[in-house]
């Protein structure tokens, strides 16, 4: 793996936990070829699309596959 996948995995987790809201909600980010993909589990769609705002402001990221499940409400 090299040094520049490390360090934009870096940034987007680092961008992603900035949120307050997101940081809390268990999500991670894990980039290839600047792609990145979030995965884990959400409370609403809100919190899905947030995610994946917060990825694209990193620079580097070409795109953003969001793997998000959201939370069936009991």
Known sequence: VSD????LDHRVNEQISK???L???GIHA????GVVSLTGEV???TTSAD???SAWQV????S???DLTVKEKA
């Not at 894990?30 to 070829?33: D, G, I, L, M, R």
């Not at 620079?59 to 070409?62: D, E, I, N, S």
């Open 59 to 62: 620079p580097g990221v070409k």
């Open 64 to 66: 953003v596959k969001n």
């Open 51 to 53: 995610a994946s705002w």
């Open 23 to 25: 940081k809390q909600a």
């Open 19 to 21: 949120n307050a809201h």
């Open 4 to 7: 520049c996948v490390i360090l």
């Open 30 to 33: 894990q980039t290839n070829a």
């Open 43 to 45: 409370m609403d769609l």
